[in-house]
């Protein structure tokens, strides 16, 4: 990259409970850079103002400013009291970085050291209202579904505005604007308890021996290094490994004979995940736009290509988000797995 007229770099950050995204602009060219950080926050947290100075550090050139924008759903692990004291401590750490740090919330951003307590409730887990400011940008009527690898959320703009009533995860499970599941972390045992298969019927058992993942995996949804989360034995994402991880989840051994049989049981249980997803974006159709001709569906995430499966079976309109970012930056496709980190550097000042 070129510093012969470069003078600001932007830096937008999503920190998750479970990956940190983060993605690099600057003021003379596109995105320069992105990347998805498995870091475990429960276990890592005490390390997250190393990772901000590592990043920033090996952005800097000679004198060019860096300027961070921070959005988060981190504040809800379990190795904080409460979502408050999470959002405490995570604006504590980016502020002692010594990074220059904006935190985004509902009505805008704030500068790290300017933050008050009252403002946590609009920063926690406001991740996917940020992705839909800037889609609304481009899109009157659209229901956005960003299907990650733990969680899918529901974005209902109608009209050129944000319709979600939810303003917490106990909100957004009530109103169906928030599912958790996700195409890689969650277990197979989260929505079945038993498939039946030949007439037999295959106990799931409930220990975390496989997840949804290994599934997308088995039946050629994702490929192994489309999927950021790690393994749930540790080992690689590769196909034999997800037959033997699945085929512990339901108590016999993995044998190459049993791979028919895994196929068989892998589609059901995809099956069941895809119908709770595709109920939940027909009940905001029916809810929100019942007479809109214009409604598009807008897939995100790490399972944007199983959105578009779901809107050609109902005959829906599909609108790729990365088809929207190939028009305006080059080699885009990817940024439709970190989005929300993209969306801070274009939602900045």
Not at 105 to 110: K, M, V
Not at 215 to 223: A, C, T
Not at 267 to 292: A, G, S
Not at 309 to 335: R, V
Request: hydrophobic share 35%; with cysteine.
């Amino acid at each position: 990259m070129s510093d012969k007229s470069l003078k600001k770099i932007k830096i937008g950050w999503d920190i998750g409970g479970a990956h940190i995204k983060y993605c690099v602009e600057s003021d003379i060219s596109n995105i320069i850079w992105y990347d998805v950080i498995n870091f475990e926050f429960w276990k890592n947290f005490k390390d997250l103002r190393n990772v901000i100075k590592k990043i920033n550090n090996s952005h800097k050139i000679n004198k060019t400013k860096i300027e961070n924008y921070f959005t988060m759903s981190a504040e809800m692990c379990d190795c904080f009291d409460n979502r408050d004291a999470g959002v405490n401590y995570i604006i504590k750490e980016i502020s002692s970085s010594n990074c220059e740090s904006y935190i985004f919330t509902r009505r805008g951003f704030l500068k790290s050291n300017e933050i008050c307590k009252k403002d946590y409730k609009e920063i926690a887990s406001y991740n996917w209202y940020a992705s839909g400011l800037y889609i609304l940008q481009s899109f009157q009527n659209a229901i956005a579904i960003d299907f990650g690898s733990t969680t899918c959320d529901f974005l209902i703009i109608k009209n050129g505005k944000i319709k979600n009533k939810r303003t917490s995860d106990i909100s957004g499970l009530q109103t169906r604007e928030l599912l958790y599941t996700g195409c890689a972390r969650t277990p197979l045992y989260a929505h079945m308890h038993e498939v039946t298969c030949n007439n037999k019927k295959y106990k799931i058992i409930p220990e975390q021996f496989s997840t949804m993942s290994d599934i997308y995996i088995i039946l050629d949804k994702l490929r192994a290094r489309d999927i950021y989360s790690k393994a749930i034995d540790g080992t690689s994402n590769s196909r034999l490994r997800a037959y033997k991880r699945v085929s512990r989840s339901f108590g016999f051994d993995y044998a190459i004979s049993k791979h028919n049989l895994l196929n068989k049981l892998s589609k059901q249980i995809y099956n069941k995940q895809i119908d709770i997803v595709e109920d939940c974006i027909l009940y905001h159709k029916n809810k929100y736009f019942k007479d809109v001709p214009d409604l598009k569906i807008i897939g995100l995430g790490l399972g944007h290509n199983t959105i578009s499966d779901i809107t050609i079976k109902n005959k829906l309109k599909y609108m790729s988000i990365t088809k929207m970012l190939k028009s305006q930056i080059n080699s885009a496709s990817s940024l439709v797995k970190i989005f929300p980190s993209f969306v801070m550097c274009r939602l900045s000042p």
